[in-house]
C-alpha cells in the first residue's frame, strides 16, 4: 500500500510575507523556511515568481493588479510620461530664458 503525498498550498499572502520576511535584514531564506517549516528552495521559488509577475501567483503589488495584457498599456503610459517630462523640462528652460530677457 502506497500512500501518496498530498501537495501542499500555500495562500499569496503566505508566499509574500515568506519571501518579505527572508528579504529582511539578518534573516535567510533557510531560517525563514525552518520557522514557517517549508522549504528554502520554495522561498526562492516564490521570489522568483514575485519577480515575474506571472499570471498564476502575485498577480498583484501594492494593492494594484499586473496582468500581461496591461503591459503594452504601461509600457505605452511610461514612454507618454517621459515625452511629458522632457517637453515640462522645455518650457520651465524657455520661461527662465524669456523671463531672464524682460529685466
Known sequence: MTSK?????????FRKEAV????????TNAT??????????????WRRQFNRLTDKQFSSVN????????????KKLKQQLADLQEEN??????????AKNQE
Not at 503525498?5 to 499572502?13: A, G, I, L, R, V
Open 63 to 74: 494593492g494594484v493588479q499586473f496582468k500581461t495584457n496591461d503591459s503594452a498599456e504601461v
Open 20 to 27: 518579505r520576511r527572508a528579504d529582511q535584514p539578518g534573516n
Open 89 to 98: 523640462d522645455f518650457l520651465k528652460k524657455a520661461a527662465a530664458y524669456f
Open 32 to 45: 525563514v523556511a525552518a520557522e514557517l517549516g517549508i522549504s528554502a528552495q520554495q522561498i526562492y521559488n
Open 5 to 13: 503525498k498530498k501537495k501542499q498550498t500555500y495562500t499569496e499572502e
